[in-house]
């Protein structure tokens, strides 16, 4: 299914760059989303079992869970929401919800130009907090205790109070992410929810064990993961906590170092059946992962297999 962007004016207010909104999301048997807008920017959806349409934004957003569970479909992979996860979409996060259950489920967004976001940049003067909400693959997410969860929903929600003017909304606003994000990306008393390396790319990596795959390189497995490369690389670094290029290589040098123990073919040729660049560049991995050179394991592995 093709993603939508969604367009900023459909949710940001134009004055303050930013809006609250609170949703109740039930699930139906049909086809068809319903929407019922209530005063105070809530919301009661009844959505399909299939979930919600996929989609970007031109904005951010921050989402807290006050009740039930639901899927999470971001950038391909699923998450599991739980009472209290809260959860940082990025604008490049194409994502969507589906039913973990079918009780109902109830949550608050907060939806924010990027201008903001830079404004609190300058004011932290560092940029650190950035990086960290960019690097990972799924959007940042973090489990909150019931404590922190009702003072967070309780914040968010005030910000729609009436008698409230924009410019006192905006402020609150602004106040409200300096304090979420050097909270949750530059404490390093919170950390990310744990993730599971995701089913795609366990799948990919058992096919790249296969040596007809491993030898045609990162093309193949670029090909075979059917993502962008980005994505590719984030998710390796993510769960796995190399680049794709360097799991590649550790599979190469593994089966070259079974090549020199069990037969005799000539160390150039080894390297060149493997794809790799140069000799050289063979010889230094080699040595990186084994710590001897190719000749020398040679040497030791069939010396080895004449010991009983």
């Not at 003067?125 to 922190?148: I, M, R, Y």
């Not at 040098?253 to 037969?263: T, V």
């Amino acid at each position: 299914m093709k993603a939508k962007e969604l367009e900023l004016d459909n949710f940001i207010e134009e004055t303050i760059g930013a809006s609250v909104s609170f949703h109740s999301v039930t699930w139906n048997r049909g086809r068809t989303p319903a929407l019922i807008p209530s005063g105070g920017n809530i919301n009661y959806h009844s959505l399909p079992m299939s979930g919600t349409v996929p989609h970007s934004h031109e904005f951010a957003e921050i989402i807290l869970v006050l009740n039930g569970k639901i899927y999470h479909r971001a950038n391909g992979e699923r998450q599991l929401l739980t009472q209290d996860s809260l959860v940082f979409v990025r604008p490049t996060d194409i994502h969507g919800f589906e039913p973990a259950e079918e009780s109902p489920c109830e949550m608050i967004f907060l939806a924010f130009q990027l201008e903001l976001f830079l404004t609190l940049s300058r004011y932290l003067e560092e940029d650190t907090f950035l990086q960290k909400f960019t690097a990972s693959v799924l959007p940042p997410t973090f489990l909150l205790d019931g404590h922190e969860a009702n003072e967070l929903s309780t914040r968010m929600l005030s910000i729609n109070a009436a008698g409230l003017t924009p410019a006192a909304r905006k402020i609150k606003i602004k106040i409200l992410l300096a304090d979420l994000f050097t909270q949750y990306f530059l404490d390093e008393n919170y950390t990310l929810t744990e993730q599971r390396v995701p089913d795609w790319l366990d799948e990919l990596c058992q096919k790249m064990r296969n040596p007809e795959n491993f030898i045609k390189g990162l093309k193949r497995m670029q090909k075979l993961a059917c993502c962008t490369p980005e994505h590719l690389c984030k998710s390796f670094r993510r769960y796995l906590d190399k680049s794709p290029t360097e799991f590649i290589n550790e599979l190469r040098i593994n089966y070259a170092a079974r090549l020199l123990a069990d037969s005799n073919e000539e160390i150039g040729a080894i390297a060149y059946d493997l794809n790799f660049q140069s000799l050289s560049r063979f010889y230094h991995l080699f040595k990186k992962y084994y710590g001897i050179s190719p000749a020398r394991y040679r040497i030791k592995a069939k010396t080895a297999k004449k010991i009983i």
